[in-house]
């Protein structure tokens, strides 16, 4: 089955977002072995968060083929790949659920095969919650990513700790880190500042150089904060802060457009938000690739999004907020002990962070270099993996109907999957592929869905709440 030099390494990849579709491609392909060329195809999981053509095309990862499916459609197609068809590698880009009943799904139908892919899966960024949860949930595949030191130590405590097999925790990166080392600011000196980390009197940064002005974003999370008067909140101050500062440019890079979706559910836009504003002229929202954004940025500013970490690995100066608290409802606890806290009341008075070394080094940001070899133990036990003679064993998830009979068929069931990851009746597309008729009735069904949890939905909660 491994792939040779005159044979591309053959690589699936699901996902059920935008975000996990970018993170499982570049997965893809920092950890094939060395030089091997690699077909990619990429399989997106139908539900609410199923990526937009706009979306995919931001990302920016091609795939050599991709297409649309239900879990059991997905099943069928990794059932019918064999011979030349078959694939080396898997990647589960999913939510810990959806993982879970792949695993299971895919045990059932490669239980007479003697050899099957490499499954691989992880995390998209920063885990904050649901830890012991989320990595249950993806127990039971070849490879579980830990995108630092620090996640590859906890998540081998979990497993240790419930008595499950903790071999497959390999430490990497997160792949989509990378670009160019911030060059300091524009018209300054190796974007130096006087000492003690303050801007001159006033606040204010060196005025722009080099064509183009000191350019502070605010990297925007679907769902963190969550309710109106905190991002209401957010948007007054990153647009009183264009007001202080006139001879800087202020963005605020967005995630999606009114009525798509993400990762996470966002119910109130800022592009709503800032409807209501009278933001200056050095105010602008901005979408594209976060890399591209991060090109022309001198200070980046979030509540936890992991952008951050982007930031961080490129030396961007970055600094996320506490004007909220420091909680984990937000995320922003992940951070403590970095040295990127602030409030926008110290950023406007032209405080810039200094990131503590040891705790970025413990991060997988690798800002010293060092990303390139962070991927090496992931890319040397795939290859050992598909040497491996005779194939390999088949899965086995730490959930079975002896350790969680009251939790795993409920998550199974979700994705049409009986106990056994056999299709329940009645499921999508289980009996056999869908026809014109049934693709149109299916779009128009997920449009529907989609309208209702992104309009009608967040309406009613907060009639709820008056």
């Not at 239900?70 to 197609?77: D, G, H, I, K, W």
């Not at 078959?86 to 792949?102: K, N, R």
């Not at 606040?203 to 309710?227: C, H, L």
């Not at 506490?322 to 970095?338: C, K, M, P, Q, Y």
Request: glycine share 12%; charged share 25%; net charge negative.
């Amino acid at each position: 089955m491994p792939a040779s030099a005159t044979k591309a390494l053959r690589v699936a990849v699901l996902a059920d977002s935008d975000t996990r579709w970018k993170w499982g491609a570049l997965t893809a392909t920092r950890v094939r072995p060395g030089d091997t060329e690699i077909h990619l195809d990429g399989y997106l999981l139908r539900g609410r968060a199923t990526p937009t053509a706009r979306q995919l095309r931001e990302v920016g990862v091609s795939a050599d083929s991709l297409r649309e499916v239900t879990a059991v459609e997905f099943l069928r197609a990794m059932e019918g790949a064999r011979g030349e068809e078959s694939y080396d590698v898997l990647v589960l880009a999913l939510v810990g659920g959806g993982v879970q009943a792949m695993l299971h799904g895919l045990g059932r139908v490669w239980q007479d095969r003697a050899e099957r892919p490499v499954v691989v899966t992880g995390y998209v960024g920063v885990v904050y919650e649901k830890l012991a949860d989320g990595l249950l949930l993806r127990h039971g595949a070849d490879l579980v990513l830990a995108n630092s030191r620090q996640d590859a130590d906890r998540f081998r405590a979990v497993y240790e700790g419930v008595g499950a097999d903790a071999a497959a925790v390999t430490e990497v990166a997160l792949p989509f880190l990378g670009g160019a080392a911030y060059a300091g600011e524009p018209g300054g000196v190796d974007g130096e500042m006087p000492e003690g980390g303050e801007a001159p009197e006033g606040g204010e940064a060196p005025e722009g150089g080099g064509g183009r002005p000191y350019t502070v974003v605010f990297a925007a999370q679907p769902s963190v904060p969550d309710s109106r008067k905190d991002r209401t909140y957010l948007l007054e101050r990153l647009i009183r802060h264009a007001r202080l500062h006139p001879e800087r440019e202020v963005l605020l890079k967005l995630r999606s457009k009114p009525g798509e979706h993400t990762t996470h559910i966002e119910e109130l836009p800022y592009q709503k938000l800032v409807q209501r504003a009278d933001p200056p002229a050095n105010f602008r929202l901005v979408y594209g690739h976060m890399g591209e954004v991060l090109d022309r940025t001198d200070l980046l500013v979030t509540v936890s999004s992991t952008a951050a970490l982007e930031s961080l690995h490129r030396s961007v100066p970055t600094v996320v907020l506490t004007d909220l608290g420091v909680r984990e409802a937000l995320g922003n606890h992940h951070f403590v002990g970095s040295g990127c806290l602030a409030s926008w009341d110290q950023l406007d008075a032209g405080h810039r962070p200094a990131p503590d070394p040891e705790w970025v080094a413990r991060q997988g940001v690798a800002a010293d270099g060092g990303y390139e070899t962070a991927f090496d133990e992931a890319r040397e036990r795939i290859a050992a993996l598909l040497a491996r003679p005779g194939g390999l064993p088949p899965l086995a998830p730490y959930y079975t109907l002896v350790t969680a009979p009251g939790y795993l068929p409920g998550i199974l069931a979700r994705h049409h999957l009986a106990p056994d990851g056999t299709p329940l009746p009645g499921a999508p597309a289980a009996d056999k592929s869908p026809g014109p008729v049934r693709q149109v009735v299916r779009r128009a069904a997920r449009g529907a869905y989609r309208h209702g949890v992104q309009r009608v939905a967040p309406v009613i909660r907060r009639m709820g709440e008056l």
